[in-house]
T-cell receptor
Framework: TQLLEQSPQFLSIQEGENLTVYCNSSSVFSSLQWYRQEPGEGPVLLVT???GGEVKKLKRLTFQFGDARKDSSLHITAAQPGDTGLYLCAGARNYQLIWGAGTKLIIKP | DTEVTQTPKHLVMGMTNKKSLKCEQH?????MYWYKQKAKKPPELMFV???????INESVPSRFSPECPNSSLLNLHLHALQPEDSALYLC?????????????FGEGSWLTVV
């Protein structure tokens, strides 16, 4: 059972375009973490959002946690080829991380 | 420093071998985790240690045996594995486990069972 729906699962866009990745659930999470993972490497933490309605910015990346703490989005402005990678959202509940399926992002020069 | 260190980076073992994966963190985290990740899939939780005690075992076969010698170290002992156990094994740690504590991952150990 996929408790955290992540979309899109694959996205290929041109350099300079904007994009948004969504993670949605019917369950409440105490926090939500976004990771980026390169092939053969472990997930690297990008951000943790904790408070409902919270917005965090990391250069051209903007992360938002829904007011009800059930959903989150990642928005990338003016995407660059270096943004290419697998992006994973994970909702925290007790000791568990509930993972989205991941979004494979390709930015073409 | 948010580093979780895993060794070895790559491991090839036969089905009759005994080997171990090692993990170390010096962030003072009290919860440590083992995850297994297959290609194109999110990580799957295997074990959780909290304050050096095993708190969660996600019905993992006994051919995988975790060990937490102290609060900074976590091992995963491997014995009589099957080819389908080949995967990326990820160690992670967090402040105290439980809600709201960010989980940091190591770079992973690539395991190939032949």
């Amino acid at each position: 059972t996929q408790l955290l729906e992540q979309s899109p699962q694959f996205l290929s866009i041109q350099e300079g375009e904007n994009l948004t990745v969504y993670c949605n659930s019917s369950s409440v999470f105490s926090s939500l973490q976004w990771y980026r993972q390169e092939p053969g490497e472990g997930p690297v933490l990008l951000v943790t959002v904790v408070t409902g309605g919270e917005v965090k910015k990391l250069k051209r990346l903007t992360f938002q946690f829904g007011d009800a703490r059930k959903d989150s989005s990642l928005h990338i402005t003016a995407a660059q080829p270096g943004d290419t990678g697998l992006y994973l959202c994970a909702g925290a509940r007790n000791y568990q991380l509930i993972w989205g399926a991941g979004t494979k992002l390709i930015i073409k020069p | 420093d948010t580093e979780v260190t895993q060794t070895p980076k790559h491991l090839v073992m036969g089905m009759t071998n005994k080997k171990s994966l090692k993990c170390e963190q010096h962030m003072g985290h009290r919860a440590m985790y083992w995850y297994k990740q297959k290609a194109k899939k999110p990580p799957e939780l295997m074990f959780v240690y909290s304050y050096e005690k095993l708190s969660i075992n996600e019905s993992v076969p006994s051919r995988f045996s975790p060990e937490c010698p102290n609060s900074s170290l976590l091992n995963l002992h491997l014995h009589a594995l099957q080819p389908e156990d080949s995967a990326l094994y990820l160690c992670a740690s967090s402040g105290q486990g439980g809600s709201g504590n960010t989980i940091y991952f190591g770079e992973g150990s690539w395991l190939t069972v032949v």
